[in-house]
């Protein structure tokens, strides 16, 4: 019984070493891993926080209305009633949904601005 111990114990000693220096790879690769992990997601927050901001300045009113000017749009007479209703589904005119009984964009407190192209040269509209 001592010499069945005695081996035991002889071939169990050098394979509890080579778990243990197992284990430490392992760790080791994992820790390594982990850093790789940690800098790509700081690199995709970083690159997130860019998108967001450029997002922010091209929807801001002003670069909104700076690119409207570029493509030759100015903003829409909404005196006449015109521009499209988003709140009531159609248009703002006579004759249309929201004449015929659909909710007014404007007396919703929804309004939506309607850019139309700048009139030509020679003062009438575009074509």
């Given at each position: ?24 790879y ?89 850019l ?11 074509q």
């Amino acid at each position: 019984m001592n010499k069945i111990f005695a081996a035991a114990l002889c071939l169990a000693v050098p394979g509890l070493i080579f778990l243990n220096a197992w284990q430490g790879y392992r760790y080791s690769a994992l820790a390594d891993r982990v850093d790789e992990l940690e800098k790509q997601q700081k690199d995709l927050l970083s690159a997130n926080r860019d998108i967001i901001g450029q997002i922010a300045f091209e929807t801001s009113p002003a670069r909104v209305a700076e690119k409207a000017a570029a493509l030759g749009l100015v903003p829409a007479d909404n005196a006449a009633g015109g521009g499209f209703n988003a709140a009531g589904g159609g248009f703002n005119a006579a004759g249309s949904d929201a004449a015929a009984g659909g909710s007014d964009a404007r007396a919703s407190g929804v309004g939506v601005t309607r850019l139309q192209a700048a009139p030509d040269s020679t003062g009438g509209p575009a074509q």
